[in-house]
């Protein structure tokens, strides 16, 4: 019995420190995509903004960096910001004044945004998806989402009221 416990002790210990130091490698993975956020080459931002969307919530800490890049230039920096936010979920909730600004990413603002008139709402609809997945602690969205539910584009309108629906249940 106590061969099986030395066992089962060592084993733990074993997946105690595989895991702290895998943490610890994702902790600078993330800082090293939060620096390349502010790269002046939009594909380099994009690409961070990327990954951090594939990491979820292991990418909370980046949260006001990825508010701050939702008003990028770029439509494809802004999409993929709003991606890595909805992934993160409710720990994204600092992010929501940000994402309600995307909301309203339209044509013809100043300054011109680089990217195809097709990514206008994509950037909307990805937006009403991370306001959804922040849920209650959202609420402030609850107006914009509103108005988005009007939006010409029946993948902003839907996802502006599921969102709703996340944000207003019990």
Do not use: H
Not at 37 to 50: T, W
Not at 84 to 96: C, D, S, T, Y
Not at 141 to 153: E, M, Q, S
């Amino acid at each position: 019995m106590d061969r099986n416990r030395n066992k089962a002790y060592g084993l733990a210990a074993f997946l105690l420190i595989a895991s702290s130091a895998w943490l610890r490698g994702q902790d600078a993975q993330v800082a090293q995509l939060l620096d390349q956020l502010k790269s002046p080459d939009s594909s380099v931002r994009a690409k961070a903004a990327i990954s951090l969307s594939e990491l979820g919530g292991g990418a909370k800490v980046g949260v006001p960096a990825l508010a701050t890049a939702l008003a990028d230039r770029s439509l494809n920096v802004r999409y993929w910001a709003c991606r890595a936010l909805r992934n993160i979920g409710p720990e994204a909730k600092g992010a929501v004044p940000g994402l309600i600004a995307a909301l309203k990413t339209f044509p013809g603002g100043s300054p011109e945004l680089e990217g195809p008139a097709r990514y206008y709402p994509d950037v909307r609809s990805v937006a009403a998806e991370a306001l959804g997945a922040i849920g209650p602690a959202a609420k402030e969205a609850i107006p914009a989402l509103k108005v988005a539910t009007g939006d010409k584009n029946a993948d902003v309108s839907a996802a502006a009221a599921e969102a709703l629906k996340k944000i207003s249940a019990k």
